[in-house]
């Protein structure tokens, strides 16, 4: 009786631990913001060309959008997420708004775990108003999410487990050649199948309801409509999430399949059944990496595919052991019925021991991936305090705890002789069978709550919150006013937004051409034709800015009388001002790697120890392995060594460092200059050498052009010796003008 009550209260703890888990309310986005253009709050003298918002991870095109109201609730823009970049959303705003408060509200949908946040920033122009603030992320758990991650997690679990068990526990414990189906008793093979069969169900119920769930989020349906148009078919074959669902429901159906074919073979081929068991083993291993690829490891910000696949050894090992468990639990009562006293004691052992040995290790595995885990997400100890995925952690490491002390004691229950002073501990579970119902209990609790840990936000890192302000400058080109905006103006993915106007009123309809030169290595991008967006701003993006360091951006403008007049700009590019959607790692998180690796190894060391245990180690084997291994390495590291320097050589080759860096910006000035240069100083270089020149531009570097200026060219005389050295530069600059005729 008193062990009856103590299991009870447990249990209502362990329930009440999980309703308070559930009740957890986050706010904050499943990735987050990485930075804003405008800021929210700030204050503009007048209206950006468009609005822009970097996320932490990628984001799915169709179910993504971002609108902008005035303060009267009036949309006066919208936009989605843009094509160069699947993690940024930016919308184009008309020119010449009126001075007021502008709501910009997003709707965003991460396709790392596929979760919908809303939220929305504010900025003003003209003057704040008093009274208009951005709405933080409200993403409430999704109760029904919270159902079908669990379902589908402890369904998978089980699956996986169970056939670990079969294979890894049972056979080598109770099997026997006489029962030829499956090598186990017919009562102990009709448990393991009723527990299959179970947890398939499960299964299929959870990837359902884990679908239609998806689909009502993404496109704010109720379920009814999700089913009668089909919508959840849309989700299926066009995210992220649809096609990790898929690849989890096809192993699920290749699962099912090999566990009806043990079914029907059972009796005509017998010996099919455990290779079929086996096979499912290693799909259940699989979906285990379906949920890893779809959790918050996906979307981390350091080392994601680390995290993925520490993740995915993290659910390896809660599999191993909480999913073992539970099958052992539920089998255990039908496989010893038939046995009393000391012979029921001795089959229990049989079994025990080697599940012990096995959910030690799995243990220590899924403890360190775990910290590793948390160390990904957790920078200060207000984000365990103070976030309520710290709270949901905190939840699963007691819930885990109170698992491990079952766990303890089922370990002294075994080894009574090692352990004769915890006595009356190993008596109270020496029939194993209530405290493993007990454990089984627990394990349950701890999926539950992986369901609300990955259905809760991570924590924004406390270094997010900086910005910079974008690099922008204006500059007058005859009659005209040209603003040259790079946004966010750092290594990586820029837009190039030009904003034309003449005497204040915007000048459309003119063609402009930009080209990116970083002048300190003598590299010079494609040159972009910039699309024309109405309103005097044209706009383009491109990846040339690839570091920091100075950069020129030269703009080619096409007046309407067809004369191509130039804007130079000269930015300092800093690091600072990139976004960096990836993090290097702490060295805590280095440190908490090599635990894990540490522990992968020793995990592996038995199999490791039976491979070698068999091995031929004579003097001539040991001798032939040791020299194959030691000239494999040799080989890959000289492998390695020409392949950088081969590398090295061909970046050296075509872009050796210059010889003599351009310090003079090609702009107008400079353009005019060198053509009355080229055309006074440099007579031998006419119209015969000037398409020569043409057809070899794109291949030649400024320093081989001042080169040629100086010493003469393919037959030609130099020019004019006089010549300073600026007086060369500009002659370059305008010879590269050539190149105006392959546009």
Not at 145 to 165: A, D, H, N, Q, Y
């Amino acid at each position: 009786m008193k062990r009856l009550c103590t299991t009870r209260t447990i249990s209502l703890l362990s329930l009440l631990i999980f309703t308070l888990a559930i009740s957890l309310s986050p706010v904050s986005a499943h990735g987050y913001l990485l930075r804003s253009i405008p800021e929210d709050g700030s204050v503009l003298e007048r209206a950006p060309a468009r609005i822009q918002y970097w996320f932490s991870e990628g984001l799915e095109a169709r179910f993504s959008s971002l609108t902008v109201r005035n303060q009267q609730g009036e949309v006066v823009a919208e936009g989605g997420l843009a094509p160069e970049n699947n993690a940024l959303l930016t919308a184009r705003l008309p020119r010449d708004l009126p001075d007021g408060a502008y709501i910009v509200d997003m709707r965003i949908a991460f396709a790392s775990d596929g979760h919908v946040i809303a939220q929305s920033r504010v900025f003003f122009v003209g003057q704040a108003v008093s009274g208009v603030n951005g709405q933080a992320a409200l993403n409430q758990a999704n109760p029904l999410e919270i159902i079908w991650r669990t379902l589908t997690l402890s369904s998978t679990m089980l699956l996986f487990g169970v056939c670990v068990l079969y294979s890894t526990i049972l056979v080598p414990a109770w099997g026997s050649k006489s029962f030829r189906a499956g090598l186990l008793p017919p009562r102990v093979m009709a448990a393991l199948n009723w527990v299959m069969a179970a947890a398939l169900v499960v299964a299929f119920v959870g990837n359902i309801m884990a679908l239609l769930q998806q689909s009502m989020t993404f496109f704010e349906a109720d379920v009814g409509r999700v089913i009668s148009q089909s919508l959840w078919t849309v989700v299926r074959t066009s995210t992220r999430f649809g096609d990790l669902w898929s690849a989890r429901m096809i192993l699920l159906v290749l699962v099912t399949i090999l566990f009806t074919l043990s079914l029907y073979w059972r009796t005509e081929q017998p010996d099919t059944v455990r290779p079929f068991w086996t096979a499912n083993a290693w799909a259940g291993l699989l979906m285990i990496g379906t949920f890893s690829a779809g959790s918050h490891a996906a979307g981390s910000i350091i080392w994601p595919w680390v995290a993925t696949f520490t993740d995915w050894l993290h659910g390896i090992g809660v599999g191993l052991w909480i999913g073992g468990l539970a099958a052992l639990a539920l089998v255990l009562p039908t496989a010893l019925a038939p046995y009393q006293g000391e012979q029921r004691r001795q089959a229990l052992l049989a079994v025990m021991q080697r599940f012990s040995r096995l959910a030690v290790s799995c243990v220590v595995l899924v403890i360190i991936t775990g910290i590793y885990s948390a160390i990904t997400w957790v920078y200060t100890p207000s984000d365990v305090t103070s976030t309520p995925f710290g709270g949901a952690l905190v939840v699963k490491v007691v819930l885990v705890a109170g698992l491990l002390i079952v766990a303890l004691v089922h370990h002294i229950a075994l080894r009574p002789e090692r352990y004769a002073r915890w006595q009356n501990i190993s008596q109270r579970v020496t029939g194993f069978v209530p405290s493993l119902r007990l454990e089984t209990l627990l394990a349950f609790l701890v999926l539950a709550s992986v369901g609300v840990l990955s259905a809760t936000p991570v924590p924004i890192p406390y270094f997010i919150q900086e910005s910079v302000p974008s690099p922008s400058e204006s500059q007058q080109l005859n009659d005209l006013n040209i603003t040259l905006t790079l946004t966010p103006g750092g290594p990586g993915v820029n837009t190039y937004d030009v904003q034309v106007t003449r005497g204040g009123q915007p000048v459309d309809a003119l063609a402009l051409h930009l080209q990116m030169v970083n002048p300190q290595r003598d590299v010079r991008g494609n040159w972009e034709t910039l699309e024309n967006a109405e309103d005097g701003l044209y706009i383009g993006a491109g990846a040339e800015i690839d570091r920091a360091g100075q950069w020129w951006s030269l703009l080619d403008v096409t007046l309407p009388d067809g004369r191509v007049q130039r804007v130079a700009f000269d930015w300092q590019i800093t690091d600072a001002a990139a976004v960096q959607i990836t993090q290097p790692p702490r060295p805590q998180q280095i440190i908490a790697l090599v635990l894990v690796l540490i522990a992968l190894g020793w995990v592996l060391y038995p199999f490791a120890r039976w491979v070698y245990q068999r091995l031929d180690l004579s003097p001539a084997n040991v001798t032939v392995a040791a020299g194959a291994v030691i000239g494999t390495i040799i080989l890959t590291l000289i492998a390695i060594v020409i392949i950088q320097n081969t590398d090295a050589q061909y970046d050296a080759a075509i872009n050796p460092p210059p010889t003599a860096i351009n310090l003079v910006i090609p702009n107008q000035e400079s353009l005019d200059a060198g053509e009355v240069l080229y055309n006074e100083s440099c007579p031998a270089w006419g119209n015969d050498n000037q398409e020569r020149f043409i057809d070899r531009l794109a291949r030649t570097r400024d320093d081989q052009l001042f080169a040629a200026t100086r010493d003469g060219w393919q037959g030609s005389s130099a020019c004019d010796t006089t010549l300073t050295d600026t007086q060369r530069w500009d002659i370059v600059n305008f010879v590269r003008t050539f190149q105006r005729q392959l546009q």
